[in-house]
């Protein structure tokens, strides 16, 4: 879900009234306690406030679907949601408003911090890299020119993608999980620990004879938009059991396979295992078309995977 669609959602269920007042309460620093915890796709956020006679607090819990886009839950102990609640529409007090704040404040907060030190370091690098280049080339040290040399013959890794369908408790999800080599793949054991040591440019062992460094090797521009996907997804994701796979909720599969274009997958379906191309393209279907005395029958042989 984008930050947007977050504020998007806080603001449409506050009235401007209430959205004043919420403003006011964090601004006072009246929000006491405040805590989040992550299920499925589900986030509760709890708050503790000063209440209005200042003599005990306010408990505010609110419960945000990611996948479905929506408020799910909304409560407070507070005299204003007790008069004014009712059941078909979601209500926000000024404390429950200010806990979806707090929410969205501390979501920018993390993707901010990330961002910019990503991006601090891609400018500090960018140009050592420059003033670096122009050194090797400007020098009349044969061996500083033959070591500039291999420094800038960087070799290009891969990614491949494996995707494999998980039917349990009535719904439906795919385990992800990402190999990277250029001859030899090596499967990757902590995709978050890989993906934030590749964002950040750092060193990471990824198997036997092959240890990821910025000097040595690079990703292509798609797979680097790829692993900022993966590592922002892990960031939000609940699924510490196990470090080698992502899991992809059916309802976001597609968001996720848009970074995979052009890209050969495999794909475990239907207990079937498929090596595929990932395309973003009209199906390229052919029917025959026969008659059976006074019938038609439409057939085709090709077998599609659609989502």
Not at 85 to 102: A, V
Not at 149 to 173: D, F, Q, T, W
Not at 259 to 287: A, G, M, R, W
Request: net charge positive; hydrophobic share 30%.
């Amino acid at each position: 879900m984008k930050i947007s669609k977050l504020e998007q959602i806080i603001l449409h269920n506050s009235s401007k009234v209430n959205l004043n007042r919420a403003k006011h309460i964090l601004n006072n620093k009246e929000l006491l306690k405040f805590n989040i915890s992550k299920i499925d796709n589900v986030y509760n956020i709890y708050g503790n406030f000063k209440s209005e006679n200042k003599l005990q607090t306010c408990n505010t819990h609110l419960k945000i679907d990611f996948v479905e886009e929506k408020i799910i839950f909304a409560k407070c102990n507070c005299s204003m949601f007790s008069e004014i609640n009712y059941q078909n529409k979601t209500y926000l007090c000024e404390h429950l408003i200010s806990t979806g704040l707090r929410f969205v404040e501390e979501v920018k907060k993390k993707l901010n911090n990330r961002t910019t030190n990503k991006d601090k370091f891609r400018i500090d690098k960018n140009i050592l890299n420059e003033l670096d280049f122009f050194r090797c080339k400007d020098s009349n040290n044969l061996a500083e020119k033959e070591e500039c040399g291999l420094k800038y013959k960087r070799k290009k890794l891969e990614i491949n993608v494996s995707i494999s369908e998980v039917k349990e408790n009535n719904s439906k999800c795919f385990d992800v999980s990402f190999f990277v080599g250029t001859n030899n793949m090596y499967s990757i054991t902590n995709i978050k620990e890989w993906a934030e040591s590749i964002i950040n440019s750092k060193e990471y062992y990824i198997g036997k004879g092959l240890v990821y460094t910025p000097k040595k090797y690079y990703f292509s521009k798609a797979d680097e938009e790829l692993l900022e996907y993966i590592y922002e997804y892990t960031l939000f994701s609940d699924n510490e059991n196990n470090e080698r796979i992502i899991r992809i909720p059916n309802e976001i599969l597609r968001r996720f396979l848009e970074k995979l274009l052009k890209k050969k997958i495999k794909l475990n379906y239907n207990y079937q295992t498929y090596i595929t191309e990932v395309k973003d393209e009209n199906v390229p279907l052919s029917f025959t078309l026969k008659q059976i005395n006074d019938n038609y029958i439409l057939t085709t042989k090709k077998y599609f995977l659609f989502h």
